[in-house]
């Protein structure tokens, strides 16, 4: 009930609302920015402890609130899903191959650029996967938190959190004006297995494709929900495994004398 009477909390949150919706959406080139990337930008700003704007009982109540109204959301991102349903399943294997480009983006890029920017087993935590609370369990229970693979993981579930929405709304809008992809495989591909990063990435790319907006949401939606079920089997059994491997062939590649061999 605190929550409820945190009129502070409440007052900051619709001066943030009244102020972002006045901005609207920007547009700057190919990106649009939309009003939930200033308003995340907004509550940043407000949320340095510095300036003493929110205080830390402020910050728990707000973080409260962030689990309820995401539940929310997603429980709205599943009723778009029942009247496209027929829609979803004309993609078939496509919706489950999605589920491969979360970890090649992570693990062929992102590892052996950060075995070449120095980091050790680290690497392996922060790239065989997005990082969201799914992921930290599965490295938590294989190697535990206070490992290197622990740090790794913490470090991108960090940034991912301050960050992820942010920057995954920007790409998805400049990828969306490119045109070479279909909406729905950017609508597939928004669907990441985190509730903020989905809503903010299809936002964007409805944003492009307005009236294709019911089929998008159905699509992201369906495609978060795989990545959140099917998902963990996948890093489980493919992609931590395949970025263990990674990391022996790039670590001696670029001469790391630390333990190459893992614990797969």
């Not at 649009?32 to 930008?41: C, D, E, H």
């Amino acid at each position: 009930m605190d929550v409820f009477k945190d009129w502070r909390l409440h007052m900051l949150a619709l001066v943030i609302v009244i102020i972002s919706e006045l901005i609207g959406i920007q547009k700057i080139g190919m990106i649009s920015l939309l009003p939930m990337i200033f308003a995340m930008i907004i509550g940043g700003i407000i949320s340095f402890p510095k300036l003493k704007i929110l205080k830390e009982r402020n910050m728990k109540h707000a973080s409260s609130i962030m689990t309820v109204s995401l539940m929310l959301l997603i429980a709205k991102l599943g009723l778009d899903i029942g009247p496209n349903l027929s829609h979803i399943m004309e993609a078939k294997g496509a919706l489950l191959f999605q589920e491969v480009g979360h970890f090649i983006g992570t693990i062929l890029f992102g590892l052996p650029l950060a075995v070449a920017l120095g980091m050790g087993r680290e690497a392996v935590g922060a790239t065989y996967s997005v990082a969201r609370e799914p992921n930290i369990a599965i490295i938590a229970d294989k190697y535990g938190l206070d490992s290197p693979e622990g740090s790794g993981v913490m470090a991108m579930y960090i940034c991912g959190t301050l960050f992820g929405a942010i920057w995954i709304s920007i790409l998805a809008t400049f990828i969306a004006n490119l045109g070479i992809l279909h909406p729905y495989a950017l609508a597939m591909g928004a669907g990441v297995g985190s509730g903020s990063m989905m809503a903010a990435s299809a936002g964007s790319i409805i944003a492009v494709y307005p009236t294709m907006a019911e089929s998008i949401r159905a699509y992201a939606a369906s495609a978060n929900l795989m990545s959140s079920v099917l998902g963990i089997y996948i890093y489980m059994f493919f992609s931590l495994p395949f970025a263990n491997k990674m990391y022996v062939v790039f670590s001696r590649m670029f001469g790391k004398t630390d333990n190459v061999s893992g614990n797969s």
